[in-house]
């Protein structure tokens, strides 16, 4: 550890991962595994200036730049985070807190390292209810990560009900995906035609759930919002997806519920039953695909992937999240993206990256 560096006390201690960028200091402990470029590219930076390093890496986008602050820890502090300490102003106290900071600083890593936008809500309190206060800058407000605890509802009992461990996904799933598919082929099992048959359908689900999922993603979860959007609609975005993109690193609202899910699918169902001859083996292969999809995209955020495949669409799905949230919408595969022209080409790499 250079000794000029004048480094706080506590990057000396074990569990912190203190570091120094153009003259402010970082905890990055709770962020070194959850870093979207891996965590082996953070080695050795531990109690040291890594301003000459993040220069030379590759560019990080300004919603990186901005997830950034959340790890500034002052010095002369106990290494308490500094958003902790802050934004505890009330938004509707004071209307000029809510004009566009001016003074925005130029990063030599090509960003703009612009003012924090989180003093117009306050993070102590429910976040829902005050999504109708932000809506001018809703848009802008909600691509900006941070790492902090999200609170929905002030009412406990509703609070509760919007945390979802990702295990009640499959344990609520299986079990309707096994019935619907066994009632039919069950009938079926005897004629290898039927068989091949209720396969096809089955398959057909499958890409049927692929197809809805980069729609919903693309033009429901991520629907045109501007300035002019009524508070409904930003609360409603906010719930279905904002706070994924506000929150990333909250593994509790990541998964989709299964209740609202269940809805959600008999709503889709409904019509297409009509039309649809063999539904439930469509709908058993459709709800197969969600499934897998909702791990994978579990999996994405928090997993250590090895296999190539995977490494690609972690990062693919990083690159929709931090610097190109108008692509990239295919989240257990890239094919509607190629479809419609909205892949990201992701740059290759001359090193491995991992996150564990
Ligand atoms: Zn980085
Ligand atoms: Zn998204
Ligand atoms: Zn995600």
């Known amino acids: 550890m250079p000794s000029d560096m004048d480094m706080p006390k506590e990057a000396e201690s074990n569990d912190k991962f203190i570091v120094k960028y153009r003259q402010q200091y970082y905890d990055l402990s709770r962020f070194m595994h959850k870093h979207p470029g891996g965590i082996n ?8 200036d890594m301003t000459a390093r993040f220069l030379k890496a590759p560019p990080h986008s300004d919603a990186a730049m901005y997830l950034m602050r959340e790890y500034k820890i002052d010095p002369e502090d106990s290494g308490k985070p500094k958003s902790s300490q802050r934004e505890t102003l009330h938004p509707d106290k004071d209307e000029t807190l809510r004009q566009r900071p001016t003074e925005d600083t130029e990063d030599k890593n090509n960003n703009q390292v612009d003012e924090s936008m989180e003093h117009l809500v306050d993070w102590s309190k429910a976040m829902l209810p005050q999504i109708a206060n ?11 990560p941070v790492d902090r605890p999200l609170r929905l509802f002030e009412p406990w009992y509703l609070e509760m009900c919007t945390k979802t461990p990702w295990w009640l996904v499959p344990l609520f799933w299986i ?3 096994v019935k619907c598919a066994l009632e039919e082929f069950t009938s079926a099992w005897q004629d290898s035609n039927q ?5 096809g359908y089955l398959l057909f689900g499958v ?6 999922e980069y729609t919903l993603h693309r033009w429901v979860f991520h629907v045109k919002l501007s300035s002019k959007t009524g508070s409904w609609l930003c609360t409603f975005h906010f719930m279905i997806h904002g706070l994924h993109h506000k929150v990333p690193f909250d593994p509790m609202r990541l998964v989709f519920p299964p209740l609202p899910g269940a809805v959600l699918a ?5 019509p297409l039953s009509f039309v649809l001859s063999h539904p439930r ?4 292969g459709a709800l197969a695909g969600y499934l897998c999809y909702d791990m994978m995209h579990y999996y994405l955020h928090y997993g250590n992937p090895s296999l190539g495949a995977f490494v690609h669409m972690k990062r693919y799905h990083h690159h929709h999240h931090f610097s190109h949230q108008t692509l990239g919408y295919g989240i257990s595969s890239p094919l509607w993206d190629v479809v419609f022209k909205t892949r990201i080409h992701l740059r290759k790499l001359r090193y491995q990256l991992r996150w564990s």
Do not use: M, Q
């Open 41 to 48: 590219t953070l080695k050795g930076l531990n109690s040291g």
């Open 266 to 270: 008999a709503i889709i169902y409904t």
């Open 175 to 177: 079990p309707v995906i």
């Open 207 to 212: 890409l049927l759930w692929s197809f809805l």
């Open 281 to 284: 083996v469509v709908l058993s």
């Open 134 to 144: 932000i809506t001018d800058c809703y848009d802008e407000w909600v691509h900006k």
């Open 195 to 199: 068989l091949a048959v209720f396969t």
